[in-house]
Protein backbone atom coordinates (compact mmCIF):
# COMPACT_ATOMS: atom_id res chain seq x y z
CA UNK A 1 0.00 0.00 0.00
CA UNK A 2 0.74 3.51 -0.26
CA UNK A 3 -0.31 6.32 1.30
CA UNK A 4 -0.20 9.93 0.05
CA UNK A 5 -0.91 13.16 1.84
CA UNK A 6 -1.29 16.62 -0.43
CA UNK A 7 -0.87 20.25 1.20
CA UNK A 8 -0.13 23.54 0.03
CA UNK A 9 -3.26 24.71 -0.62
CA UNK A 10 -4.91 27.65 -0.05
CA UNK A 11 -6.74 30.98 -1.08
CA UNK A 12 -4.63 33.00 -3.60
CA UNK A 13 -5.20 35.55 -5.77
CA UNK A 14 -5.30 35.57 -9.59
CA UNK A 15 -1.46 35.52 -10.91
CA UNK A 16 0.07 34.49 -7.84
CA UNK A 17 1.65 31.26 -7.15
CA UNK A 18 1.72 28.08 -4.73
CA UNK A 19 3.46 24.77 -4.45
CA UNK A 20 1.22 22.22 -3.59
CA UNK A 21 3.44 18.91 -1.87
CA UNK A 22 2.64 15.37 -1.81
CA UNK A 23 4.56 13.01 0.90
CA UNK A 24 4.47 9.00 0.26
CA UNK A 25 5.12 6.50 2.19
CA UNK A 26 4.73 2.93 2.22
CA UNK A 27 5.79 0.88 -0.44
CA UNK A 28 9.30 2.66 -2.38
CA UNK A 29 8.05 5.71 -3.93
CA UNK A 30 10.68 4.66 -6.54
CA UNK A 31 8.22 2.39 -7.68
CA UNK A 32 5.74 4.74 -8.99
CA UNK A 33 5.03 7.40 -11.75
CA UNK A 34 3.30 10.31 -10.13
CA UNK A 35 0.35 12.35 -11.17
CA UNK A 36 -1.81 15.37 -10.25
CA UNK A 37 -5.17 15.48 -10.63
CA UNK A 38 -7.81 18.15 -10.03
CA UNK A 39 -11.75 18.39 -9.67
CA UNK A 40 -13.55 21.21 -10.04
CA UNK A 41 -17.90 21.63 -8.51
CA UNK A 42 -19.58 19.93 -10.97
CA UNK A 43 -16.89 18.81 -13.14
CA UNK A 44 -14.93 15.77 -13.15
CA UNK A 45 -11.47 14.55 -12.28
CA UNK A 46 -9.07 15.92 -14.49
CA UNK A 47 -5.27 14.24 -15.18
CA UNK A 48 -3.32 17.73 -15.42
CA UNK A 49 0.34 16.45 -14.34
CA UNK A 50 2.38 13.42 -14.39
CA UNK A 51 5.85 12.39 -13.98
CA UNK A 52 7.85 9.23 -14.06
CA UNK A 53 9.36 7.47 -11.48
CA UNK A 54 12.73 8.88 -12.96
CA UNK A 55 11.63 12.01 -12.99
CA UNK A 56 12.96 12.16 -16.44
CA UNK A 57 9.47 12.36 -18.54
CA UNK A 58 6.89 14.02 -17.66
CA UNK A 59 3.02 15.32 -19.08
CA UNK A 60 0.64 17.87 -19.15
CA UNK A 61 -2.65 18.85 -20.13
CA UNK A 62 -3.10 21.83 -22.35
CA UNK A 63 -5.20 23.65 -19.78
CA UNK A 64 -1.85 24.02 -17.28
CA UNK A 65 0.86 23.83 -19.94
CA UNK A 66 3.26 26.48 -19.44
CA UNK A 67 1.98 27.84 -16.36
CA UNK A 68 2.14 24.32 -13.77
CA UNK A 69 5.56 22.01 -13.32
CA UNK A 70 5.67 18.65 -11.53
CA UNK A 71 8.70 17.53 -9.68
CA UNK A 72 9.78 14.93 -7.34
CA UNK A 73 12.20 14.28 -4.85
CA UNK A 74 12.73 10.38 -4.31
CA UNK A 75 15.32 11.33 -1.57
CA UNK A 76 12.35 12.42 0.13
CA UNK A 77 9.66 10.76 -0.93
CA UNK A 78 7.65 13.92 -2.04
CA UNK A 79 6.17 15.01 -5.57
CA UNK A 80 5.81 18.69 -5.96
CA UNK A 81 3.38 21.15 -8.53
CA UNK A 82 4.65 24.14 -8.92
CA UNK A 83 1.46 26.21 -10.06
CA UNK A 84 2.32 30.18 -11.28
CA UNK A 85 -0.51 32.32 -13.23
CA UNK A 86 -2.86 31.06 -11.47
CA UNK A 87 -6.40 31.75 -12.91
CA UNK A 88 -10.16 31.37 -11.32
CA UNK A 89 -10.83 28.42 -13.43
CA UNK A 90 -7.87 27.12 -11.38
CA UNK A 91 -10.20 26.42 -8.24
CA UNK A 92 -10.64 23.16 -7.75
CA UNK A 93 -9.77 20.18 -5.30
CA UNK A 94 -6.18 18.88 -5.96
CA UNK A 95 -4.93 15.38 -5.76
CA UNK A 96 -1.79 13.65 -5.97
CA UNK A 97 -2.00 9.93 -7.09
CA UNK A 98 0.70 7.06 -7.96
CA UNK A 99 0.72 4.53 -10.57
CA UNK A 100 2.31 1.47 -10.85
CA UNK A 101 5.48 2.36 -13.35
CA UNK A 102 4.76 -0.36 -15.72
CA UNK A 103 1.58 1.51 -16.33
CA UNK A 104 1.30 4.08 -19.32
CA UNK A 105 1.45 7.31 -16.36
CA UNK A 106 -0.53 9.50 -18.72
CA UNK A 107 -3.55 7.42 -18.89
CA UNK A 108 -5.73 8.46 -15.88
CA UNK A 109 -7.07 4.85 -15.19
CA UNK A 110 -3.13 3.97 -14.26
CA UNK A 111 -3.55 5.83 -10.98
CA UNK A 112 -4.23 3.20 -8.12
CA UNK A 113 -3.13 4.93 -4.71
CA UNK A 114 -4.58 8.65 -4.09
CA UNK A 115 -4.34 11.05 -1.70
CA UNK A 116 -7.45 13.45 0.99
CA UNK A 117 -7.01 16.24 -1.65
CA UNK A 118 -6.43 20.13 -1.04
CA UNK A 119 -8.54 22.84 -1.62
CA UNK A 120 -7.27 25.55 -4.28
CA UNK A 121 -9.19 28.54 -4.52
CA UNK A 122 -8.04 31.39 -6.71
CA UNK A 123 -10.03 34.59 -6.63
CA UNK A 124 -10.67 36.94 -9.43
Known amino acids: QVQLVESGGELVRAGGSLRLSCASSGRPFSWYDMGWFRQAPGKERELIAA????????YYADSVKGRFTISRDNAKNTVYLQMNSLKPEDTAVYYC?????????????????WGQGTQVTVSS
Open 97 to 113: AAADKNRSFRYAPSYDY
Open 51 to 58: ITWTGGTT
